[in-house]
């Protein structure tokens, strides 16, 4: 799929199909992910793929609007590693970056994916650290539910000139 | 290009030629950006497009690692809107996802580009703020470098399966 069609295409889905999804497909998200630019090049990001099906159970627990997960093969756990940041608070746009090129890399490879927030609300980032049992220094900023799309969605007109300013405000 | 080489091959480029980029070629890039996914579908971002050889001599006064935009034709300040987010602290994953989508689609056009972070530094968002006049209620997130590429860069090798944890950590 051709690159600007892939950003101009992407939606959030949630709903999908039983079509399993490989270890080598996860493994092209995951390096997608991974060539995201960040900060110093410091690559301050962990992924937790998560197939156990209790464990996808027990995520709407802690996330209200995670549901979709009851029929999503996998999600992916995307998180920052406070101990490989140099400068504070760049961890969450590193990590957003990465989310977003997993996200793209989803859609060219076929598959659906939604990008459920996380950090910064208590509940969401307490519950998923104890339930995926991250260690002190990575915090969970976003949740992917990742399957084979069983909706389709147009394309959506989000263009809007009055967001873009010229040499000044 | 295809979406995965596009990810894959993008690298941050800090050498530009002095081949002008066309408004059309702006907007194609802004429209990418404004494709990506926010909380609630807030789409809290402006971008500040800077041409103005003036105000793009002035931006190293107030951002260490900008000397690069010496020679590049022009920036685009990415900004979120403190009044259009609903949950405190998603307007920076929203948008550093429409920043990631900026920079997959100046390389997709054959440009070249690159991310210097701006926020939470206070030096670079009080400065910058100034600079662009910035109101009150938006903050600068991120400042895009971007020209045609005077260098080329091989394809990085960041994958690394010590940051892949299955189903817990």
């Given at each position: ?51 156990d099906r209790k464990i996808?159970d ?112």
């Open positions: 799929m051709d690159a600007l069609e892939a950003i101009n295409t992407r939606r959030s889905i949630r709903k999908y199909t039983d079509q399993p999804v490989t270890d080598e497909t996860v493994a092209k998200m995951l390096n997608a992910a991974m060539m995201a630019p960040s900060a110093g090049n410091q690559q301050p990001w962990h992924f937790v793929v998560i197939r996808l027990e995520i709407p627990t802690v996330h209200p609007y995670s549901s979709m997960l009851a029929s999503a093969p996998l999600a992916i756990l995307v998180c920052g590693d406070l101990k490989l940041q140099k400068n504070e608070g760049y961890w969450i746009q590193d990590c957003s970056a990465a989310t977003q090129n997993l996200l793209l890399a989803a859609h060219a490879l076929g598959l659906g994916a939604v990008w459920l927030g996380v950090f910064p609300l208590g509940e969401r980032v307490v519950g998923l650290t104890r339930i995926t049992e991250l260690p002190e220094h990575v915090l969970p900023l976003a949740l992917i539910a990742i399957g084979y799309p069983a909706e389709e969605k147009p394309q959506p007109e989000r263009y809007d000139i009055s967001r873009i300013h010229h040499d000044t405000w």
